[in-house]
């Protein structure tokens, strides 16, 4: 065999590889944000089922404070809607909205000691707080893996392969202004 021709096969070896290597990579990252979104979309779950009773235990302590409850059932109903959707825009603002209706139900029930010294309560508020940070860290998590995914896409030379074999960008989850503001205590108690 002529060197030249094991030259080029060598070459056309290395090059295989390598297209093989880096596809094989942007699969890796793509199914990486499927699983982060699946790791968020369970804790999603675990607090809808629970919100439900924190609403019925609230109900029964905090009578005039339908508003409040309102508001949190109807964030409930839109992250529920997102979420099926798979509209990770829409699930951001209806996270704001839902995290914003929880912390004033929560500040509102400080006003109703005897909600406030319930058993049920207490084991729901902690229950909730903790699948909050729970879905805080895995958004974390999930934002930095598709981070990981649009940068790859978006370099050389992945992005030659992302572009020819139909790779999109993945959308963050971020939340709105609203939810880092304090929350209007005059608003609540006015």
């Not at 500040?107 to 940070?133: C, K, M, N, Q, W």
């Not at 995914?149 to 392969?161: C, S």
């Not at 020819?164 to 202004?177: I, M, P, S, T, V």
């Amino acid at each position: 065999m002529d060197t030249t021709l094991i030259v080029l096969l060598a070459v056309i070896v290395v090059a295989a590889l390598y297209f093989i290597s880096l596809y094989n990579h942007l699969i890796r990252l793509k199914h990486g944000v499927t699983r982060a979104w699946a790791n968020i979309d369970v804790l999603l779950k675990q607090r809808h089922d629970e919100l439900p009773k924190l609403v019925e235990t609230c109900k029964q302590h905090m009578g005039y404070e339908q508003k409040t409850l309102t508001a949190v059932i109807e964030a409930r109903s839109a992250v529920a809607s997102a979420r099926e959707q798979g509209d990770v825009g829409a699930l951001g603002r209806a996270e704001t909205q839902l995290r914003v209706g929880l912390g004033n139900l929560f500040a509102v029930a400080e006003d109703y000691p005897d909600l406030t010294a319930s058993d049920s309560f207490h084991h729901l508020r902690s229950r909730i707080t903790g699948l909050e940070s729970g879905i805080a860290d895995r958004r974390e998590y999930y934002n930095d893996s598709v981070n990981h995914l649009n940068v790859r896409i978006e370099q050389f030379p992945d992005v030659i392969i992302a572009r020819r074999y139909g790779f999109k960008a993945a959308e963050l989850l971020e939340f709105e202004d609203a939810e880092k503001a304090d929350v209007d205590m005059q608003q609540l108690f006015g």
